[in-house]
């Protein structure tokens, strides 16, 4: 599975892009979970707050758009683990 997490906005509004493959990972089948969780609950529909993250989620041509503070629980973790280990 190929997730793409594309944040954008905050203070200096300066996009991150990151992508992540499960493929042979030891961790695959928890984040597969969590990318199923994070399409299926898009979670509330808030409007933005100032200088707050927004979010593109990709996993295999499916997208959902997200921002803070109305991350899913799925979402949140999802997002930490491909920007932090993604490329």
């Given at each position: 599975?190929?997730?793409?997490?594309?944040?954008?906005?905050?203070?200096?509004?300066?996009p991150?892009?990151?992508?992540?493959?499960?493929?042979?990972?030891?961790?695959?089948?928890?984040?597969?979970?969590?990318?199923?969780?994070?399409?299926?609950?898009?979670?509330?529909?808030?409007?933005?707050?100032?200088?707050?993250?927004?979010?593109?989620?990709?996993?295999?041509?499916?997208?959902v758009?997200?921002?803070?503070?109305?991350?899913?629980?799925?979402?949140?973790?999802?997002?930490?683990?491909?920007?932090?280990?993604?490329?």
């Open positions: 599975m190929r997730i793409e997490v594309v944040r954008s906005g905050g203070f200096a509004a300066i991150r892009r990151a992508t992540l493959d499960t493929a042979g990972r030891s961790d695959a089948a928890l984040l597969e979970s969590l990318a199923r969780s994070a399409l299926d609950s898009p979670g509330p529909a808030r409007p933005p707050v100032p200088d707050g993250f927004g979010y593109v989620l990709t996993v295999d041509g499916r997208e758009r997200c921002a803070d503070p109305g991350l899913t629980p799925a979402q949140r973790e999802l997002i930490t683990h491909v920007l932090h280990e993604g490329a």
